[in-house]
């Protein structure tokens, strides 16, 4: 399954400008892969090394982040519901992400219990891995 901006919108509650997703281009019900235009223009380059832009690792996970929500939201039982962030593990950042480069964003749920998830994900610019992460999540209201 395809999501365009508007439809990940109404499965996800953020909204610009930390909507960090442009579309999803693949999703199944325990993966995803989402894809990501790196703008000279985003927010965070304003005051994260103006004169030499990288996209801020924060940014990555939270994008990363951001796929697993889709996932875990499109199903049926979860929706009009939250994914909150409740842990960071493994966190690595591998290549300098800047305007121009397309992240390729896949998450993986591994597993899902009562009201608590867990995943991993891997973020690429081209064939190459930029930043990886296992998260975990609560879904609320």
Same mark, same amino acid.
């Given at each position: 399954?395809?999501? &365009?901006?508007?439809?990940?919108?109404?499965?996800?509650?953020?909204?610009?400008?930390?909507?960090?997703?442009?579309?999803?281009?693949?999703? &199944?019900?325990?993966? *995803?892969?989402?894809?990501?235009?790196? +703008?000279?223009? #985003?927010?965070?380059?304003?005051?994260?090394?103006?004169?030499?832009?990288?996209?801020?690792?924060?940014?990555?996970?939270? +994008?990363? %982040?951001?796929?697993? %929500?889709?996932?875990?939201?499109?199903? #049926?039982?979860? =929706?009009? =519901?939250? *994914? @909150?962030?409740?842990?960071?593990? &493994? %966190?690595?950042?591998?290549?300098?992400?800047?305007? !121009?480069?397309?992240?390729?964003?896949?998450? #993986?749920?591994?597993?899902? =219990?009562?009201?608590? !998830?867990?995943? +991993? !994900? =891997? %973020? @690429?610019?081209?064939?190459?891995?930029?930043?990886?992460?296992?998260? +975990?999540? *609560?879904?609320?209201?």
């Amino acid at each position: 399954m395809k999501l &365009n901006l508007e439809e990940i919108k109404q499965i996800i509650p953020h909204r610009d400008p930390f909507l960090l997703l442009d579309e999803i281009v693949e999703l &199944n019900e325990k993966d *995803a892969v989402g894809i990501k235009h790196v +703008s000279k223009d #985003e927010f965070y380059f304003k005051g994260h090394f103006p004169d030499k832009p990288v996209v801020p690792g924060v940014i990555l996970v939270e +994008s990363l %982040a951001q796929v697993g %929500a889709v996932i875990i939201l499109s199903d #049926e039982k979860h =929706k009009g =519901k939250i *994914a @909150y962030f409740t842990g960071i593990k &493994n %966190a690595k950042f591998r290549k300098s992400v800047i305007p !121009g480069d397309i992240l390729y964003l896949h998450c #993986e749920l591994t597993k899902v =219990k009562g009201s608590f !998830g867990f995943g +991993s !994900g =891997k %973020a @690429y610019v081209k064939d190459d891995l930029v930043c990886e992460v296992d998260i +975990s999540f *609560a879904i609320g209201t």
